[in-house]
C-alpha cells in the first residue's frame, strides 16, 4: 500500500515552525555567537599585528648587520637578537593559529545539535582562555579540540579514548588508567603557575566483582595545599552535574591524609567512592558538566574541559577481557 | 593520626551535639520553618552588606549572587513544607546568632566592623554547613538527606566566599587570629546551648 507522506510531512513543518523561529531567535544564536566571532576575529588580528611588527624588528636587526660594519662582538649581539625575536615570531604564530582553530570552532557551532551548543561555546571559551594566557599550543589545541569537525561529533561527540586496564594479581580488581578531567589555577595565582596548574584532577573507575568505584586524584602545584585546603574527611561529598542539571552525590570512603610529593613539590589527595548502579549509568550516558568537592576549607565547584571523560571510562571498565 | 579538631567540619571547635539530628526528626515542621527563616536572615544579611559597602566592587560582586541564592533556597524550603502539606511558623527568636552578635566589635573603626561582620557571616555559614551535613547523613528520609545535602554544599562555598574576602580586604594574619577568636567564642556558645529539634543553631 502506497502513502502519499507529502501532506503530513507539509504539516509537520507547520507544526515545528515556531520552533525554528525560536532557536533562530534565541540569545546564544542572535548575541553570543556573533559576539565570539569579533572577540576571536580581534585577536587574529592583534596577533597579525604582533607577528608583523615583531618581523619588522628582525627586518631593522638584519638590515644593521648587512650595512653597518660592526665587530664581531656587535654581530653576535645581534645575531643572538635575530634569533630571540624569531622565536618569538614563532610563539606568536603558534598563538595565532591557535586563535584561527577557536575561529573555525565557533563558525562550526551552528551545525551542533541545540542542547551542545551552549557546552561547546564554553569549551571554545576556555580555549580562547588558554590561549590568552599562553597555556596551549597549537598541536594540543588541535589534539583537544579539532574534534570537533568530525562529521561524526556534530551529532554525537565521543571523542576516541584509549582504553587501558590495570588488573590485580588475582584478577579481582580491575582498574582504568586515571585519565585527566580537567585543571585550574584561580587569576590571583596565575603569575606563580605559569609553566603548570595549580591543581590538576585526574579520575578512574574501579571494579570489584559486580562493584564500582570512582576515584579521583586532585594533584596541587604545592606543598602547601593542606594549609589552604585541610584534610578530606571521610564521608565528604561529591556532587557531579550533569549537562541537563541532573545531579548525583558521592561519598568519599577513603581517611587516607594527602601525599607530600617532595621531589615534585605537588600535595596528592585521593577520593575513593563508592557508586551505585543507577549513578554508574547515569556516569556512563551523560556529559558531565561541573564537580563539587567539599574541601574542609569550604567547597569548591570546578567546571569540566572534557565532559565525556566518565562516558569513555565506563565504557572501558565494562569490557570482559 | 588526626585531631579531632582537624577534622571537625570547616575548622569549627566544638562538633555539634549527636542528639540534635534526632530530636530534629521529630519536628520535622519546626526546623524546616527554622531553616526557611535562616535562608531569608542570609539573603538579608547579604542585601544589608551591599548596601552598607557599596564601594567594595570585589565584595559586591560576590556577594550580590548569593543573596538569589539564598533566597533560591528560602523557596527550596518553603516547596518543601508544601510538599509535606507542613506550614511555615513564625520566626523566632534565633539565641545562637544574638548570642555570637555580642561578640563582633560594636565600636571601633568602620573597616574593623566589616572585618567582624564578615567572619561572623562566615561563621553562621560554616555551622549551617555542619549541621546540614549531620542532616544529610543521619536523616532516616533519602528524600531529605538529599535535599540537605544540597544546602551543605552551597554553605560551604558561601563559608569560604566570606573567609576569602575577608583576606582580600584585610592582613591575613589579622584574619586569622580574629577567625579563632570567633571559633573559640562559638564553641563556648554552642556548648552552652541546649540541643532544640525545631532549631537549625
Known amino acids: 500500500m502506497k502513502i502519499n507522506l507529502f501532506p503530513a510531512l507539509i504539516l509537520l513543518f507547520c507544526l515545528f515552525e515556531p520552533c525554528l523561529e525560536l532557536s533562530a531567535n534565541s540569545p546564544s544564536a542572535l548575541i553570543q555567537k556573533p559576539e565570539l566571532q569579533t572577540i576571536i576575529h580581534q585577536k587574529v588580528e592583534n596577533q597579525r599585528s604582533l607577528i608583523v611588527s615583531r618581523h619588522d624588528v628582525i627586518d631593522g636587526l638584519q638590515k644593521k648587520l648587512k650595512e653597518s660594519k660592526l665587530d664581531s662582538k656587535s654581530e653576535k649581539v645581534i645575531l643572538n637578537q635575530i634569533k630571540a625575536n624569531q622565536k618569538i615570531v614563532k610563539s606568536f604564530e603558534d598563538k595565532m593559529q591557535c586563535y584561527l582553530l577557536a575561529q573555525t570552532l565557533t563558525n562550526q557551532i551552528q551545525y551542533l545539535p541545540n542542547y551542545k551548543e551552549s557546552k561547546e561555546t564554553k569549551r571554545i571559551l576556555s580555549l580562547i582562555l588558554k590561549i590568552d594566557r599562553n597555556k596551549i599550543h597549537y598541536k594540543e589545541a588541535k589534539k583537544d579540540y579539532s574534534s570537533l569537525f568530525n562529521q561524526g561529533m556534530l551529532v554525537n561527540y565521543i571523542p576516541e579514548y584509549d582504553c587501558k586496564l590495570e588488573v590485580t594479581q588475582d584478577g579481582k580488581v580491575k582498574a582504568n588508567q586515571f585519565a585527566q578531567l580537567f585543571s585550574f589555577t584561580p587569576a590571583e595565582l596565575e603569575k606563580h603557575f605559569v609553566e603548570q596548574e595549580f591543581l590538576e584532577t585526574y579520575c578512574r573507575f574501579l571494579k570489584s566483582g559486580k562493584k564500582y568505584f570512582l576515584e579521583l586524584k586532585f594533584e596541587f602545584g604545592t606543598p602547601k595545599a593542606i594549609q589552604l585546603y585541610g584534610i578530606i574527611e571521610e564521608t565528604s561529598p561529591l556532587k557531579l552535574t550533569f549537562i541537563d542539571e541532573d545531579y548525583i552525590y558521592l561519598q568519599n570512603a577513603v581517611t587516607a591524609p594527602p601525599e607530600q610529593q617532595i621531589k615534585t613539590g605537588k600535595t596528592v589527595y585521593k577520593m575513593q567512592c563508592n557508586i551505585s548502579r543507577s549513578d554508574f549509568k547515569k556516569l556512563s550516558k551523560k556529559d558531565v558538566d561541573k564537580l563539587t568537592v567539599l574541601w574542609p576549607t569550604g567547597s569548591e565547584t570546578y567546571e569540566m574541559m572534557k565532559l565525556h571523560v566518565f562516558q569513555n571510562l565506563s565504557k572501558c571498565i565494562q569490557i570482559k577481557n | ?201
Request: proline share 3%; net charge negative.
Open chain 2, 1 to 201: 593520626m588526626h585531631s579531632n579538631k582537624e577534622l571537625t567540619t570547616l575548622g569549627l571547635h566544638l562538633p555539634t551535639d549527636p542528639r540534635w539530628v534526632d530530636l530534629t526528626q521529630y519536628s520535622l515542621e519546626e526546623i524546616l520553618s527554622d531553616h526557611a527563616y535562616c535562608e531569608q536572615k542570609a539573603a538579608s544579611t547579604c542585601i544589608s552588606l551591599i548596601q552598607m559597602w557599596p564601594d567594595k566592587t570585589r565584595l559586591v560582586d560576590e556577594v550580590a549572587p548569593v543573596v538569589t541564592e539564598e533566597w533560591g533556597h528560602f523557596r527550596l524550603v518553603i516547596s518543601e513544607l508544601n510538599k509535606r502539606g507542613l506550614k511555615l511558623g513564625f520566626q523566632r527568636k534565633d539565641e545562637y546568632v544574638n548570642s555570637i552578635l555580642q561578640f563582633t566589635k560594636k565600636g571601633g573603626s568602620k573597616e574593623d566592623r566589616l572585618l567582624d561582620q564578615l567572619l561572623l557571616c562566615a561563621l553562621i555559614e560554616a555551622r549551617s554547613c555542619e549541621r546540614f551535613k549531620l542532616l544529610s547523613e543521619n536523616l532516616p528520609e533519602e528524600n531529605l538527606r538529599e535535599f540537605y545535602r544540597h544546602f551543605m554544599i552551597s554553605e560551604a562555598g558561601h563559608y569560604r566566599m566570606f573567609i576569602e574576602l575577608a583576606e582580600h580586604y584585610f592582613d591575613q594574619k589579622k584574619v586569622r587570629t580574629r577567625w579563632q577568636e570567633f571559633l573559640d567564642f562559638e564553641a563556648d556558645i554552642v556548648k552552652d546551648l541546649k540541643p532544640r529539634g525545631d532549631r537549625m543553631h
